[in-house]
């Protein structure tokens, strides 16, 4: 297949206004022009020759390169190869018409070999939805992973080829959303601004209805109270495109994953603390909870449990409370895996909720399948629950909902997980104890059971964590008396002579009120003489 390379010049004849070509007298001049080059390829199948070409080489030997870089490229093609060569002179004629770079020949090699795509031309998009459509994993992960693709990644990075996205493409896409995040908190100040005064505009009187009915108008004009994406979102969009495009890479699509070496802000998970008397009293002033996870002390999970003792649902709060199971798993908890003879439950399945839609599914990981002791007071409140719920069956007769769950709303019929938490949110509020979540109630079995001194693993078991690392790092939380009863018996390792001191000192006094006391009592005993 015949190539070339050739210098040309843009200049035209004065009079006629046509281009000079070869004949310009300036190219005898080597800084005069440029150099171009031509490669035949293949004629098609209906006999239509085609070719690449590129032109604005500054020196020849530039040209030479790329056009030895071209024939390379169509030397990879067997003769005998019709379909291969076909595939390099179509991308050859697509870098021609983007003016892009020549692909590198060894990748090339690869992808003809492999039988990928060498056009390349699949978008972000394009390989999310396929990646999407791909994923055989349960609605709920589907739906987090669909979410962050419609949302921030299609709209924001879809259009970019999938072979050419770059780490500086996604540092712009988190600076874009970090941007909106501002625009919204501005928009929301607004929108409050605007409703707290109406508050204030009296509904008597023409003119301040007229000035009202102004204020409204402008109020529906303004977006809706929104959310920004947080931390923890934009965390999980990273994970969402990572997993993506290592996939990606696991089909040879593409080399190289940018969203392994963006970097965003670090996300910093709340601590568990526990409502402590300063806090409540704080609360009851501001209103404002000093963590977004706050855990009971077990004065108050005892009177919460007291205040609901007569909840068709008691035993739910009741083990969740002692035990730690999640909402999921207590809403899903079957009676054929809850053996009471033997002191156990053992978690085998959960109700998911997916978007308003409950599924049941198994645990999400091997240490969610997992072995709870039970104690004798909550296997008589499970006892007493049982009875409840078989006098509901015989009340519901041929109506009943034979699901097998321990707990079932009034027909046996499934509960739905997030009915179970405003339920448990509506109690939480009757009860004027300080508010926490009800996975809060999870945390805090954790601490009592850490605060009783059980060995880390147990609890690590017991609540379905893989790692006891996961355990340690969630439940930072110490019960105020058990955090000081641990600083006392560290002061006492630590031998220091003041100490001594003050402890002779103690006991000197200690001698000297009981002599005197002893003193007192004996002048008593006297009595007066007459």
Known sequence: MKGSTHRRCYCRDL??????????????????????????????????????????????????ADLDHVRALLGLAEPNDPEGIALIAAMLAEVGEEKAPLPDVEETRRRLKSGQDLIGRITVGEWLDQWLASKRIRKSGISRYETDVR?????????????????????DMFAAIADANAEVLE?????????AELT???????????????????????????RVTGPATRLHIKATLRAALNDAIGQQIITFNPAAHVEIDPVRKPKALVWTDERVEKWLTTGEKPSPVMVWTPEQTGAFLDFVAEDRLYAMWHL???????????CGQPWSETNLDAHSLTVSAQLVQHGWQVETSEPKTDSGFRVIALDDDTIEVLKRHRERQDADREEWASAWVDTGLVFTQEDGSWLHPGKVTDLFERLVAASGLPPIRLHDLRHGAATLMLAAGVDVKVVSDTLGHSDTRI?????????????????????RLVPLQRKAEAEQARKAAKKDKEAQARAKKKGKRKKPKK
């Open 15 to 64: 009079k006629t206004g046509r281009p000079l070509g070869k004949n310009c007298p300036k190219l005898a001049t080597r800084k005069h022009g440029s150099y171009s080059i031509r490669q035949e390829f293949p004629p098609r199948e209906d006999g239509t020759r085609r070719s690449f070409s590129r032109a604005g080489y500054e020196t020849l030997k530039a040209a030479q």
């Open 187 to 195: 928009q929301n100040a607004q929108r409050k601004a605007a409703v």
């Open 320 to 330: 969740i409370a002692f035990r730690g199971l999640r909402r999921g798993e207590a």
């Open 200 to 226: 204030t505009v009296p509904w008597k009187g023409a003119e301040h209805r007229a000035r009202r009915k102004a204020m409204k108008a402008a109020i529906d004009a303004m977006p809706p109270i929104r």
């Open 151 to 171: 949302v921030h990644l299609k709209p924001r990075i879809g259009h970019h080829r999938l072979d050419r996205l770059r780490v500086s493409h996604l540092s």
């Open 471 to 491: 355990t340690r790092d969630i439940y930072q939380s110490v019960l105020p008396q058990v955090g000081k009863n641990a600083a006392e018996a560290t002061a």
